[in-house]
């Protein structure tokens, strides 16, 4: 299963707040954390989106190919 670059690019900038957040003054830390779990959430949206469009384009290849028989 192949995933898609908009997953990837949520996750990535997960991974970047997260090492951002030691540096980050702690006043701000708040910031760090909803970006973080913004990106996860877009990351894991995207990502079933992704899953969900394979399975139908799947399925309606094999209809198709069913039907021509």
Do not use: H, K, Y
Not at 4 to 29: D, M, N, Q, Y
Not at 33 to 51: C, P, Q
């Amino acid at each position: 299963m192949n995933v898609g670059p908009r997953p990837l690019f949520f996750g990535l900038l997960a991974i970047v707040c997260a090492v951002l957040l030691p540096f980050t003054p702690s006043e701000f830390r708040w910031v760090d954390w909803a970006m973080i779990v913004l990106a996860l959430f877009w990351a894991v949206m995207l990502g079933i989106e992704e899953i969900v469009q394979a399975r139908d384009l799947a399925r309606r290849g094999e209809r198709s190919s069913t039907r021509s028989r």
